[in-house]
């Protein structure tokens, strides 16, 4: 069974930094990985998706990474601002599968 | 403008009440899902549909049921709800692509608190 780690589960940086999070997925027979931002309350909003046959995909200051080989993907969020404080969520979808697996999430809070 | 919708966006109600959360999507998507968050337990899969008249279940399916009569909607029933269920529940929604999806779109939540 698919399992999705996101590490660290909270992540709090000052306002202007450069920051990685990170996701990680025991079996590597994915059809695509996606990235999400929740908000407190909120429902997701779908960042970026990444197809297993790619290795990236970038959205303004926003870029991911998949290496479907290794089990992992990144989040790469440049010049963090407040307003990307947030919960990020990874979702992995498996070849043949229907079912969509989640990580628990990482918490970002932006320091101004 | 795109989007999926869920009624009603809050609901409190109480154990063996029966009750229907409604899910509503004007993309034309062939695959919606249902699932449910838990603090510490993350978003869990409870059913999906394929396509109309097509469902199957998820990860969570006990205590709930669903139908896929129409294309745009995809209502969760709680026939006997149990606090067991209080929880945040999202409705999603894509595209198929061969065996598997694409690029899913959920709706903005619907709270319930059975007491």
């Known amino acids: 069974k698919q399992e999705v780690t996101q590490i660290p589960a909270a992540l709090s940086v000052p306002e202007g930094e450069n920051l990685v999070l990170n996701c990680s997925f025991t079996?590597?027979?994915?059809?695509?990985l996606q990235w999400f931002r929740q908000d407190p309350g909120k429902g997701l909003t779908s960042l970026l998706l990444?197809?297993?046959?790619?290795r990236e995909q970038t959205s303004g200051r926003l870029n991911a990474s998949l290496d479907k080989s290794s089990g992992r993907s990144t989040l790469y969020i440049a010049a963090s601002q407040p307003g990307d404080s947030a919960t990020y969520l990874c979702?992995?979808?498996?070849?043949?599968?229907?079912?969509?697996?989640f990580g628990k999430g990482t918490k970002l809070s932006v320091i101004p | 403008e795109a989007q999926v919708t869920q009624n009603p966006r809050y609901l409190i109600t109480v154990t063996g009440k029966k009750l229907t959360v409604t899910c509503s999507q004007n993309m034309n998507h062939e695959y919606m899902s249902w699932y449910r968050q838990d603090p510490g337990l993350g978003l869990r899969q409870i059913y999906y549909?394929?396509?109309?008249?097509?469902?199957d279940k998820g990860d969570v399916p006990e205590g709930y049921k669903v139908s896929r009569k129409e294309k745009r909607n995809f209502p969760l029933i709680l026939e006997s709800p149990s606090p067991n269920q209080t929880s945040l529940y999202f409705c999603?929604?894509?595209?198929?692509?061969?065996?598997?999806?694409?690029?899913?779109?959920f709706g903005p939540g619907t709270r319930l608190t059975v007491l």
């Open positions: 990444i197809q297993s046959s790619q």
């Open positions: 999603a929604s894509s595209l198929t692509s061969g065996s598997s999806y694409n690029e899913q779109f």
């Open positions: 549909s394929m396509n109309v008249e097509v469902t």
């Open positions: 979702a992995v979808s498996g070849a043949g599968s229907y079912q969509l697996t």
């Open positions: 079996d590597s027979a994915i059809y695509n």
